[in-house]
């Protein structure tokens, strides 16, 4: 009689099999083959003491974490074109914004660098009005003895004559240039008068600094306040350096200065401004691609730095002189910006700086205005300058409204831009400096609620 087989032991046979084969198989590292990628299996996951996380969980009960607040993002308000802070810690404008709460104490200066756009204080006057309204402060800042649009500017009176002009954009030794790009010296008997007028801190200031180099030899220079018939006449004594000579006073409305012939000074410019407060310097050449600033003497502009007591921010607005219709490459554009970029952060290694992208600009085509082709395509490489050098970027076109706006700045009543298409209007001005001006104070307001939430308590005075 045949004995029935014992099915029994196939199963378990089975069984066994597979668990070796799963052990095995959990033992071959992660790779990839013919594309595919082949993960490691471990069936014995779940039971597995893992040795990383039973360190974590000892690290944990050992060293408790402190608390730490998560910084929220604080989205960009409507109508705002926020700034784009492309520096390592993100606190690209640290320097102004912080040295905004210490205004009732002492000035906080700005020097607006640009082409024609700017010319006769539009724009960065306006900017300066808000600022000053806000954060206190008089005057107009620096202005140069010799200027082609006295006549043009409404921030203040101006009038001059004997002369000699040099201009970094002009081929002249740049070795002696000052920090606007420009100095003057005396041809003959020499005289600029400035003079206030009647628009909100700008009807007179509390103090005028001559800022001035004297290579050699010595200098007189008589002044006159407020219409004086008595002049004060003073030495100016030989300084290789830059450095100032300040008349203070409760209230000058305007000042005349006269410089004898045959002297070799250098003047770089006369500051009208007050005490504390805000104070911006408008610094336009017109013509200028902004390249030319890489050009200026880092030794002078430390000294005349140093002298007004460190700007805190540095607003670079160039890019409509180099722009071409229909070009859209504008890399060597960008590398000689980028090298003007660092030469700035040498001069000024103390500041701030802001770069503006070049606003809208039309074409005539077909008949009528358009936006040129080429302005998105600089925008960007603007960008990228900012992008790849650390610093601040504002989108100027962004604001102005983006394609299309500068036919509606122009269409508008009253008119914000000229008919050239090209260039802002006083109201113009005014409407992009309020843009401007509310950006500041959003970012100011950003600033400040960061440092109270990365250290507990404000960092800075009034936050």
Same mark, same amino acid.
């Given at each position: 009689m ?27 590292p ?8 082949i ?38 308000p409507?109508?705002?074109?926020c700034f ?25 200066r700005i ?38 649009v ?7 009176e101006?009038?001059f ?10 081929? #002249?030794?740049?070795?002696k240039?000052g %920090?606007?790009?420009? $100095?003057?010296? *005396? =041809? +003959? /008997? !020499?005289? &600029?008068? @400035? ?5 909100? #801190? ?5 103090? %005028?600094s001559?800022? $001035?180099?004297? *290579? =050699? +030899? /010595? !200098?007189? &220079?008589? @002044?006159r ?22 008349? !203070? ?41 902004g ?32 722009m ?16 003007t ?35 998105e ?21 962004e ?64 936050g």
């Open positions: 045949q004995m029935d087989r014992n099915y029994i032991v196939y199963p378990l046979f089975i069984t066994g099999l597979v668990i070796a084969v799963l052990l095995a198989v959990s033992f071959i992660e790779q990839t083959i013919a594309d595919l990628g993960r490691q299996m471990d069936i014995l996951s779940d039971i597995r003491k893992d040795t990383a996380e039973n360190e974590t969980y000892l690290e944990a009960v050992l060293l408790p974490a402190l608390p730490v607040e998560k910084e929220k993002k604080i989205p960009c409507q109508g705002t074109v784009e802070d492309y520096s390592q810690d993100g606190d690209g404008l640290s320097a102004f914004l912080q040295a905004l709460d210490y205004a009732d104490k002492q000035n906080v020097a607006f660098f640009g082409d024609s756009y700017i010319e006769g204080d539009i724009f960065s006057g306006d900017l300066r009005a808000f600022l000053q309204e806000k954060y206190g402060g008089r005057g107009v800042g620096m202005v140069l003895p010799v200027s082609h006295a006549s043009f500017r409404k921030t203040v101006h009038s004559g004997g002369w000699n002009n040099f201009s970094i954009i002009d081929g #002249n030794d740049n070795t240039m %920090v606007s790009g420009n $100095y003057c010296t *005396p =041809s +003959g /008997n !020499a005289w &600029v008068k @400035y003079s206030g007028v009647k628009r909100p #801190n700008l009807d007179y200031v509390s103090k %005028v001559l800022i $001035y180099r004297l *290579p =050699s +030899g /010595n !200098a007189t &220079v008589s @002044y306040i407020n219409n004086s018939k008595e002049p004060v006449s003073v030495n100016l004594d030989c300084s290789p350096t830059v450095t100032s000579y300040d008349i !203070a006073a409760d209230s000058i409305g305007n000042i005349r200065l006269d410089f004898a012939s045959g002297n070799n000074i250098h003047i770089y410019g006369v500051s009208m401004q007050s005490e504390t407060g805000v104070a911006v310097d408008n610094f336009s050449l017109r013509g200028a691609p390249t030319t600033l890489k050009y200026l003497p880092e030794n002078i502009v430390k000294q005349t730095d140093s002298v007004l007591n460190n700007y805190n921010l540095i607003i670079l607005q160039y890019g409509l002189n180099v071409s219709a229909n070009n859209k490459n504008y890399s060597t554009y960008k590398k000689g910006m980028k090298e970029v660092e030469h700035l952060k040498k001069c000024f290694p103390k500041s701030s700086i802001l770069l503006l992208s070049v606003g809208d600009r039309s074409m005539r085509k077909s008949g009528e205005y358009v936006t040129m082709p080429c302005v395509a600089m925008v960007e490489t603007q960008r990228e300058i900012c992008a790849e050098t650390g610093i601040v970027f504002w989108n100027l076109f604001a102005m409204g983006g394609v299309g706006s500068m036919v509606e700045l122009v269409a508008s009543i009253p008119p914000k831009a000229n008919k050239d298409y090209t260039h802002l209007n006083f109201e113009g001005g005014k409407y992009l400096g309020e843009k401007l001006f509310n950006t500041i104070i959003f970012e100011k307001s950003k600033f400040d609620k960061k440092n109270r939430n990365r250290y507990g308590k404000p960092v800075v005075k009034n």
